[in-house]
């Protein structure tokens, strides 16, 4: 009896000792944690960006959250990431009436661009369903027709994954791979969403700036934009799209269904989150920067061109009671919509879609 | 004798920590009504003409939030607050709970009068919204308007029947704004702020008044929309009926 105690005290020794020699594969805490500050740069004219305090931004983070923004890794079967509804050459969205995701199944909306997404701060989604960007970041990974994959899959991915361990103790200084976890993921593609910002380059800005000059047709459509005046009517544009995000981030009907009752709607937007029968059939105003690579545009894709866009304002569209008063037919003629059309494409920004930091990083 | 001294200053010092005053709160809370009804959006209400009008939005800056007390201090409350009745106004019940701000930390005791300014004073007016984070309410992009310089102080939005049928044929967009427009308020009663509960002040806002105040009412099929600083006329108009408009109530 006496020997078998002390043969299993032994072998728990033993047993100790192994342990204590054996590395921890999951164990991080060699690799430096030291993450650099990142501070927003935005044009002069633009709001404070407010940045959550239990996420600040390091250049480390950003790192991380491109590469997952970029990697399919997130989805179900390895084909689709972020990036491929929210592509850089299309100012992060993806010139598609609706998105189809890795079953091909469509989904109800279009892919909203995130040029200057780090700014709204009032919703996002074409309803608002989610309040910040790091709630947003979640929900797709989820979605049945989207990424139709699951969070404790891709975690475990990240897990076993060569590189990514690494990257999440940079950014967040974990000390073990058991530490990563779906919200930091999400932690991170906000901090790079919030890198996607204006160059400050538009023809727009530039004006602004007094380093150029808008041609006649260009400043009659700043005018008539913006109610300057001058004997030109009001196309009653900024108050929805006013500088210098040219989007207030509200929730409108434009007036783009032909129903009578507010309970009619296709697709019920705003109202579908508040259960508010006002709010149906609102959705939040989409900025107007770089609208030259967005096309086609409103929720549902509906309207292929500028001029399309255009002619839905100028009618005033379909009446219902909770379309936005400002919204009824303008009086304009052919050439002041071409001279509105013109200033509105003074918005574009080539050098936002070619910025290297926003490109994919497995290229 | 040391010891004396000690015990002497650590009875000043707890006489110091008595004398710290109780503080309280105040909550205003605003309300809208149509006349003597409550005002829910997209609701019918009649003009005095006996036609149909329903509202869509109503909202406005106050400014300089203050009390005076019995003694004649002025208490800043706050700098601008941004009352969105819309908000608040999208069902009966929730009319009725009103558009709350509550204002903590005030000292207990008694005051005579509460006074703000409807819009905004020049100064803060000179600013604009990419000037503030989006947490403050001067951060709102859609209440400022590039054409005047100025924010918008007020919007009051909705649609009118204006040939009596029943149908709603007109959409009606009153905005104001600058600097002229800005107006004080103040209403002198007893307001009691203690520590022990929060002391609530209902502020309606009675949109009749607003549009159809008797002797300087609105023609709003002549002039429906309006945010034009060459029209200050009714744009004054719908400002200084606002400020007419606004009844307290002690609770």
């Given at each position: 009896?006496?020997?078998?105690?002390?043969?299993?005290?032994?072998?728990?020794?033993?047993?100790?000792?192994?342990?204590?020699?054996?590395?921890?594969?999951?164990?991080?805490?060699?690799?430096?944690?030291?993450?650099?500050?990142?501070?927003?740069?935005?044009?002069?004219?633009?709001?404070?960006?407010?940045?959550?305090?239990?996420?600040?931004?390091?250049?480390?983070?950003?790192?991380?959250?491109?590469?997952?923004?970029?990697?399919?890794?997130?989805?179900?079967?390895?084909?689709?990431?972020?990036?491929?509804?929210?592509?850089?050459?299309?100012?992060?969205?993806?010139?598609?009436?609706?998105?189809?995701?890795?079953?091909?199944?469509?989904?109800?909306?279009?892919?909203?661009?995130?040029?200057?997404?780090?700014?709204?701060?009032?919703?996002?989604?074409?309803?608002?369903?989610?309040?910040?960007?790091?709630?947003?970041?979640?929900?797709?990974?989820?979605?049945?027709?989207?990424?139709?994959?699951?969070?404790?899959?891709?975690?475990?991915?990240?897990?076993?994954?060569?590189?990514?361990?690494?990257?999440?103790r940079e950014a967040f200084g974990i000390k073990n791979t058991s530490e990563i976890t779906k919200e930091l993921a999400a932690k991170a593609i906000a901090q790079f969403e919030r890198?996607?910002?204006?160059?400050?380059?538009?023809?727009?800005?530039?004006?602004?700036?007094?380093?150029?000059?808008?041609?006649?047709?260009?400043?009659?459509?700043?005018?008539?934009?913006?109610?300057?005046?001058?004997g030109f009517p009001d196309a009653e544009c900024a108050h929805c799209h006013n500088a210098p995000l040219f989007t207030t981030n509200e929730y409108i009907n434009n007036g783009i269904?032909?129903?009578?009752?507010?309970?009619?709607?296709?697709?019920?937007?705003?109202?579908?989150?508040?259960?508010?029968?006002?709010?149906?059939?609102?959705?939040?105003?989409?900025?107007?920067?770089?609208?030259?690579?967005?096309?086609?545009?409103?929720?549902?894709?509906?309207?292929?061109?500028?001029?399309?866009?255009?002619?839905?304002?100028?009618?005033?569209?379909?009446?219902?009671?909770?379309?936005?008063?400002?919204?009824?037919?303008?009086?304009?003629?052919?050439?002041?919509?071409?001279?509105?059309?013109?200033?509105?494409?003074?918005?574009?920004?080539?050098?936002?879609?070619?910025?290297?930091?926003?490109?994919?990083?497995?290229? | 004798?040391?010891?004396?001294?000690?015990?002497?200053?650590?009875?000043?010092?707890?006489?110091?920590?008595?004398?710290?005053?109780?503080?309280?709160?105040?909550?205003?809370?605003?309300?809208?009504?149509?006349?003597?009804?409550?005002?829910?959006?997209?609701?019918?209400?009649?003009?005095?003409?006996?036609?149909?009008?329903?509202?869509?939005?109503?909202?406005?800056?106050?400014?300089?939030?203050?009390?005076?007390?019995?003694?004649?201090?002025?208490?800043?409350?706050?700098?601008?607050?941004?009352?969105?009745?819309?908000?608040?106004?999208?069902?009966?019940?929730?009319?009725?709970?009103?558009?709350?701000?509550?204002?903590?930390?005030?000292?207990?005791?008694?005051?005579?009068?509460?006074?703000?300014?409807?819009?905004?004073?020049?100064?803060?007016?000179?600013?604009?919204?990419?000037?503030?984070?989006?947490?403050?309410?001067?951060?709102?992009?859609?209440?400022?308007?590039?054409?005047?310089?100025?924010?918008?102080?007020?919007?009051?939005?909705?649609?009118?029947?204006?040939?009596?049928?029943?149908?709603?044929?007109?959409?009606?967009?009153?905005?104001?704004?600058?600097?002229?427009?800005?107006?004080?308020?103040?209403?002198?009663?007893?307001?009691?702020?203690?520590?022990?509960?929060?002391?609530?002040?209902?502020?309606?806002?009675?949109?009749?008044?607003?549009?159809?105040?008797?002797?300087?009412?609105?023609?709003?099929?002549?002039?429906?929309?309006?945010?034009?600083?060459?029209?200050?006329?009714?744009?004054?108009?719908?400002?200084?009926?606002?400020?007419?408009?606004?009844?307290?109530?002690?609770?």
């Open positions: 009896m006496m020997r078998t105690s002390a043969s299993a005290i032994l072998l728990l020794i033993l047993l100790s000792q192994c342990t204590k020699d054996r590395p921890d594969p999951g164990d991080l805490s060699s690799i430096t944690y030291q993450p650099h500050a990142y501070q927003v740069t935005a044009p002069v004219t633009f709001p404070q960006m407010e940045i959550p305090a239990d996420n600040p931004m390091t250049e480390e983070g950003i790192d991380l959250g491109r590469r997952l923004f970029f990697d399919p890794i997130l989805s179900a079967d390895s084909t689709m990431a972020c990036a491929s509804c929210h592509l850089p050459q299309s100012s992060f969205t993806d010139n598609l009436p609706v998105s189809p995701g890795i079953d091909g199944i469509n989904g109800r909306r279009s892919a909203m661009s995130l040029l200057n997404v780090g700014f709204y701060n009032r919703g996002l989604f074409w309803d608002g369903r989610s309040a910040s960007l790091e709630e947003q970041a979640l929900l797709p990974v989820e979605d049945q027709v989207e990424l139709h994959h699951s969070w404790t899959r891709v975690v475990e991915d990240l897990k076993r994954h060569p590189d990514y361990p690494e990257k999440f890198t996607l910002i204006s160059s400050g380059n538009s023809k727009f800005d530039r004006v602004q700036r007094q380093e150029a000059f808008f041609t006649d047709e260009e400043l009659n459509g700043y005018i008539m934009f913006f109610d300057r005046g001058s269904e032909d129903i009578q009752d507010l309970t009619d709607f296709p697709d019920m937007g705003r109202g579908a989150i508040t259960a508010k029968t006002i709010d149906n059939g609102r959705f939040r105003v989409p900025t107007l920067r770089n609208l030259a690579f967005t096309a086609p545009y409103m929720h549902d894709g509906r309207f292929k061109t500028l001029d399309e866009v255009l002619d839905h304002y100028l009618s005033g569209g379909h009446n219902q009671l909770n379309k936005d008063a400002l919204i009824y037919p303008l009086k304009l003629s052919e050439e002041q919509k071409s001279d509105l059309k013109a200033f509105i494409l003074t918005l574009t920004d080539p050098d936002f879609l070619t910025n290297p930091a926003y490109q994919n990083p497995f290229d | 004798m040391k010891y004396l001294s000690v015990l002497l200053l650590l009875g000043i010092t707890l006489l110091g920590c008595n004398k710290d005053p109780e503080k309280g709160s105040l909550t205003l809370d605003f309300t809208a009504t149509y006349g003597d009804e409550a005002l829910v959006l997209l609701q019918s209400y009649l003009t005095p003409e006996g036609h149909q009008i329903q509202f869509s939005k109503s909202d406005f800056y106050i400014s300089n939030v203050y009390l005076i007390a019995e003694n004649g201090d002025r208490l800043d409350l706050s700098p601008v607050e941004f009352v969105d009745l819309t908000s608040v106004s999208t069902s009966a019940a929730d009319a009725a709970n009103g558009f709350k701000i509550t204002f903590p930390d005030i000292e207990a005791g008694k005051y005579t009068r509460l006074g703000f300014g409807i819009g905004l004073d020049p100064t803060v007016n000179a600013t604009q919204p990419a000037d503030y984070p989006s947490s403050n309410p001067l951060s709102l992009e859609s209440h400022y308007w590039t054409a005047w310089g100025s924010y918008i102080f007020s919007k009051t939005e909705g649609f009118l029947d204006t040939l009596g049928t029943g149908n709603l044929d007109l959409g009606f967009v009153f905005h104001t704004g600058m600097d002229d427009l800005y107006r004080q308020a103040y209403v002198d009663v007893p307001i009691n702020i203690n520590a022990t509960a929060t002391t609530s002040i209902q502020v309606n806002i009675d949109h009749e008044t607003i549009l159809f105040k008797a002797g300087n009412a609105l023609d709003i099929p002549a002039s429906p929309v309006n945010h034009n600083p060459n029209n200050l006329g009714l744009i004054t108009k719908i400002i200084d009926n606002l400020v007419s408009a606004l009844s307290v109530q002690v609770q």
